[in-house]
């Protein structure tokens, strides 16, 4: 029998976004950001469901925090949501939206737990939209100073910030298929918003180093593309497929240029971008945080825009309620892809979960999710795999801490360890929570036996 056992440094966590589970989006003088209008456009979220109240944790956060000490959590990943803190994007600093992050902060410390601070993750200020967004070249300037803000009220409290999460979804979702906020459909957009996206979190790198005192990273979002067969024209569509999810935001972070597939991909629409922008983008990083959720069989697929990729369903194997293969070898194998392509920078798992169908409570007050507890169980033995092929795994942080919006699918999905009554915001803990909780306590070992 296999022995587990993680390093006694390892992080512990759980992660959330602000738009996703704190509601009152408007409170204490915040401003509406881009998902506040996204939800109000008939026809685009499930249901018609906004985060107007989602899980009341701008309200219930020292509550929340008492739940995340109940589980063992050393970590918890939060975002910050920029327009609560700068109403119009930049300028004005609203301190009653900055004081709901210093409390949030202080509770985490005082509950023995480390705050992650990600500084975005989607939740555009609508202000800043109105004036282009992520297509407007001033925008990592913006960042910058936002980015600043929030380093010189809280650097030496949060020791590990995050620049951006997922800019590949910011991007695909918001400026290609429209499926997320802004909700713009454009190819030429698409490689604009990616590239002004990296500018920012260079430029939010340089910021940290002129006053932080501690770690600074980037969150990707990755998975594994595997040719469905052995044709030449599959083999070269997952080759697309790679350097569009997984190379696209790495490769200029630490080679200092886009893959070239990028060119083969959005011919015309691809510009060519200065030296300059690509030495602003490779800066010096002290970690990368990786959310994963799945692996892709890859064919070719020439009406599929602008990739000309489909992923082929695998009858084997599992699916969560989102259609997507649970494939936990793949987060050792893409873990240790990173290690190998790009140096053993530190690295943390920043998501990683399922969303399954969760029964009612029962009457003993149990939400039995043996799915999700089976979910969990196979992915951190495989981040014990990637640790014993020597890469430099720091933390993992279950993706979700409680059910939430999950953007454009409403609140029809659930990935919370920890499952959320809507209407009354009653808080009940999974069996995958149990799980998770006798993880930590255990420090991994009871991850020896089924």
Partial sequence: MKTYAFPQSFLWGA????????????????????????????????????GDVACDHYNRMKDDVALMKRLGLTAYR????????????????????LGFYERLVDTLLENGIEP??????????AALDDRG??????????????????????????????????????????????????????RFEAPIASHQLMRAHGKAVQAYRAVGKHEVGIVVNL?????????????AATQRADAYMNRQYLDPVFLGSYPPEMKEIFGEAWPEWPAADYELIRQKIDFVGINYYMRDMIRHEETAWPVKTAVVPQSQSTYTDTGWEVHPQGLTEILVWLKNRYGNIPQYVTENGAAFYDPPKAADGKVADPLRLGYYRAHL?????????????????AWSLLDNLEWSLGYSKRFGIVHVNFDTQERTLKDSAHFYASVIASNGAVLNTD
């Fill in 381 to 397: 033995r495989a981040i014990h795999e990637a640790i014993e092929q020597g890469v430099d795994l720091r933390g993992y942080c």
């Fill in 15 to 50: 992660a959330t976004s602000a738009y996703q589970i704190e509601g009152s989006p408007l409170a204490d003088g915040a401003g509406p950001s881009i998902w506040h209008r996204f939800v109000r456009t008939p026809g685009l979220v499930k249901n018609g469901d906004t």
């Fill in 78 to 97: 939060f975002s910050i949501a920029w327009a609560r803190v700068l109403p119009e994007g930049r300028g004005r600093v609203n301190e009653g939206g």
């Fill in 133 to 186: 967004g992520w297509l407007n070249p001033d925008v990592a300037d913006w960042f910058a100073d936002y980015a600043s803000v929030m380093y010189q009220r809280l650097d030496g409290r949060v020791k590990k910030w995050a620049t951006l999460n997922e800019p590949w979804v910011v991007t695909d979702g918001g400026y290609l298929h429209g499926a997320l906020a802004p909700g713009h459909k454009n």
């Fill in 223 to 235: 998975a594994p593309k595997h040719p469905a067969s052995d044709k030449p024209e599959d083999i």
């Fill in 116 to 125: 992650l601070a990600t500084l975005y993750h989607w939740d555009l200020p």
